[in-house]
């Protein structure tokens, strides 16, 4: 896949379920630190620049709650 990704969590639809933080491969996504609406621990990005775009995280997410956006080429 090539081309430039970015990764997008929708923090109010996170559960912090942790189960894209697992599925991962090139481990940019981790239990984050802040709350969201439903007083729950979401997930973050470290470096959106290092997605692969694979999408194992948004197709591992029980909620929907991960966008993979691919970024036009400049």
């Known amino acids: 896949m090539a081309g430039k990704f970015r990764v997008n969590i ?6 912090g379920c942790d189960l894209c933080v697992v ?5 940019i996504l981790v239990k ?3 709350l969201n609406i439903r007083g729950l ?9 290092l997605c692969i775009g694979c999408r194992r995280c948004a ?3 029980p909620d929907v709650a991960i966008v993979i956006e ?3 080429e400049q």
């Open 10 to 15: 929708l923090k109010d639809r996170c559960k």
């Open 23 to 27: 599925e991962c491969p090139v481990k």
């Open 32 to 34: 984050g630190t802040n």
């Open 41 to 49: 621990l979401y997930v973050t990005v470290t470096d959106s620049s």
């Open 59 to 61: 197709t591992v997410c």
């Open 70 to 72: 691919q970024e036009e």
